[in-house]
């Protein structure tokens, strides 16, 4: 029970990434490249999606997908985290970290499932190519991306309306780069224990569900790959998976660490890395894992490419041209 002469908090100050000074221009080059790059790579790849009819089939649909959460993680933690390094004023509101944690919740649950999704798809393409219209149409893409956002948005205000029922009265300092749940619940003096039960079983859920799903269709994926007959389609195929799957490793890898863990109420130094890593590194090294490593997309990038340097070209010819 909290006594009420005690001092309730609604500020708190982030204070991971901070406390070495010495590194903070560094830290701030390093971070401020990587945004930049993510941004990029992520809206570059969502234009080229979207402008290239022959991208709007459901994979390219799904990577379209996966990399506006990509650019909404990444403006949703990088800004605030680089503003700390240089700012006097370290201090986000109670409802302000409610905020950030909910848009961050929303997108990496969206996440998971246009992960699992997107092993489904290259599970029946790879499978049972002959079917693959019929199996994956366009509107089962559809319904599985709109699921995708819908449990996003659900998950997170799950964990978001049960904060309302703790009390923070002890240090309002996070060690932490972002307003996460579990720093929260570190800082609450009331007994977080029906939150960390609610975070285990629901984040538990979706990673077994996402995870599984995942594992599932690459199994089969790697049969399929070993059956085939030429040498040439089972290196492309295991290529393609094998990088896919190392980006799948990362993020899932760095969430089970962060949130389905014994003792997930012990501070720990380790938080900061993992966070990092499915937060900042995973976004950035999407676009290239997903794209660079496609035919498809270095074909159709290499065409938008050469035409608009042939254009540009001839443009000064035809103006200069007398009428």
Do not use: W
């Not at 459901?58 to 800004?79: E, H, K, Q, R």
């Amino acid at each position: 029970m909290v006594e009420e002469n005690q001092s309730m908090k609604t500020e708190f100050i982030l204070t991971g990434l901070t406390d070495h000074p010495d590194l903070k221009n560094l830290l701030f080059v390093v971070f401020f490249a990587i945004y930049l790059i993510t941004m990029v790579g992520n809206i570059g790849l969502m234009i080229l999606i979207s402008k290239e009819r022959s991208l709007h089939t459901p994979m390219y649909i799904f990577l379209g997908n996966l990399a506006f959460v990509d650019s909404c993680c990444a403006c949703a933690i990088t800004p605030k985290m680089l503003e700390n390094l240089f700012s006097e004023d370290k201090t986000v509101s109670l409802y302000d970290c409610m905020a950030q944690f909910y848009f961050l919740c929303t997108v990496e649950t969206a996440d998971c499932f246009l992960l699992a999704a997107m092993a489904y798809d290259r599970y029946v393409a790879i499978c049972s190519p002959l079917q693959y219209h019929t199996r994956m149409s366009k509107k089962l893409c559809i319904q599985m991306t709109t699921g995708a956002y819908i449990a996003g948005n659900l998950h997170s205000m799950i964990h978001v309306g049960l904060l309302f029922r703790l009390a923070f009265c002890e240090s309002n300092h996070i060690n932490h780069f972002y307003c996460d749940i579990l720093p929260l619940y570190r800082l609450s003096c009331v007994d977080p224990y029906i939150n960390e039960l609610v975070l285990f079983v629901f984040s538990g859920s979706i990673q077994v569900f996402t995870i599984g799903s995942v594992l599932i269709s690459y199994l089969y994926i790697l049969f399929t790959i070993f059956k085939m007959k030429s040498k040439e389609g089972r290196m492309k195929a295991f290529s393609t998976c094998a990088s896919h799957f190392l980006s799948v490793s990362l993020f899932y890898g760095s969430l089970f660490f962060m949130y389905i863990r014994p003792n997930l109420l012990e501070e720990g130094d380790k938080d900061i890395p993992a966070a990092i890593l499915f937060t900042i590194i995973v976004p950035l090294l999407n676009p290239f894992i997903y794209s660079l490593r496609n035919k498809e997309v270095k074909t159709v990038l290499q065409k938008n490419l050469m035409k608009a340097t042939t254009s540009r070209k001839f443009k000064p010819v035809i103006s200069s041209v007398p009428s």
